[in-house]
């Protein structure tokens, strides 16, 4: 099948080239959007081409210059990953069998443009889906879901790699139901949440917290770049990670039980955390 991928982020691009690539699909255009910083510093990572055969498509005009470069190539299936522009209704007629959208929360909790903030309200688990684009955000019919438990000592890193291993899996599903005509089942709009951005107070972790949810916090806020700060003994710090210490100790939470060359063991609620820093004064 020929398939037409739009997406901002080059991580979230290779989930769709992975999927075409196991599954005999072709990539026959990239759409991506000019330079942003909504993933970190620095250029779009489609600033050069994706590969040498891939043709690539950087324009913010989705209506006038989008649509009619990708009706020209009659693509199959359009699905997106990263991408934060509404795909416009001229766009999603053209492919033969619909399009899709990868979305790392269980939908319809979770929508919007910040999925990480579900696992910072306390979720116990790892989700995706992949759905079909409607013309609100992450509104359209589920094609596939998947979960996965969070660990103990969960990190940004790990959380990730759970989104791209669980989204590829999901694509797997859901690509062979669209091509089979499956429609897809209808969110429960009723049981819908939003995930907005973080606000600033948002990344400063209290640190008399229990442990888990200091760590599922440092973990989300962590994502792309050091975001979760704290006071430790009077001073602000970047926290880069955080990590189970083991023991209780009967010191106060928010005590600093020691101080190391890049952080601190610190009593919380219930345990002793390792709080690894950028900035060590």
Known sequence: ?????????LPSYRIISRWAERNGHEIVLVVTLPPTNRYGAGPSPFAD?????TNVLMTSK?????????????????VSAAFPRLIPEEILRIPSYGALNLHPTRLPNGRGPNPARV?????????VTVHRTASAFDTGAIMAQRSAPLPVDLSGA?????????LGDALDEAGAKAFAGDPGSAQDDSIASYAGVFEPSE????LTEPSASIIRKTAALNMFMP????????????ISSVHVAGGNNPAAAGTVLAKHPDGWDIQTADGTLRVVAENIV
């Open 1 to 9: 099948m020929r398939v037409v991928a739009l997406s901002a982020y």
């Open 49 to 53: 081409p994706v590969s040498a055969e």
């Open 62 to 78: 989705l209506k006038s210059i989008a649509t009619p470069v990708i009706g020209a190539l009659q693509p199959d299936l359009v």
């Open 119 to 127: 696992v910072y309200e306390g979720s116990p688990t790892v989700d």
């Open 158 to 166: 790990w959380l990730f790699n759970a989104w791209v291993e669980l």
């Open 203 to 206: 990344c400063e972790l209290d």
């Open 227 to 238: 975001r979760a700060t704290a006071v430790i003994q009077g001073s602000p710090v970047l």
